[in-house]
């Protein structure tokens, strides 16, 4: 390989340069180890953004989905199977509340409130 900064030939699977110190972009097994060190997506509860107990948006967060949808299945599961008020109550105590204040990536800000 050559280095990205002095192009001078180094040793393949180099992380540093030799001849000038500059360190070589990652590839292979080190990309993976990049990957490893974002930050990981845990499942909480929303405090930003709740009906009830921020269930719903939590699990919407975690899955990238609309939290109006997840309410909607969630609704409709609670109505016509009588699981989702279990699963709900069940979630509510499992997860943790997540961080406060912390606006959703992919919300869009809302109108400020005039009333
Ligand atoms: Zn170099």
Do not use: H
């Not at 709900?88 to 943790?96: D, S, T």
């Amino acid at each position: 390989m050559v280095c990205a900064n002095c192009q001078k030939q180094i040793a393949e699977g180099s992380n540093f340069c030799y001849n000038c110190g500059t360190k070589q972009p990652v590839s292979g097994t080190a990309a993976a180890y990049t990957a490893d060190c974002a930050p990981k997506k845990r499942l909480v509860r929303s405090t930003n953004d709740k009906k009830i107990a921020g269930v719903a948006a939590g699990l919407a967060d975690y899955f990238d989905l609309d939290p109006t949808i997840i309410r909607l299945v969630w609704l409709l599961a609670a109505l016509f199977a009588g699981t989702g008020v279990l699963a709900y109550i069940i979630l509510w105590i499992a997860l943790p509340p997540g961080p406060t204040g912390v606006a959703r990536t992919s919300s869009v800000p809302s109108a400020p409130v005039t009333s």
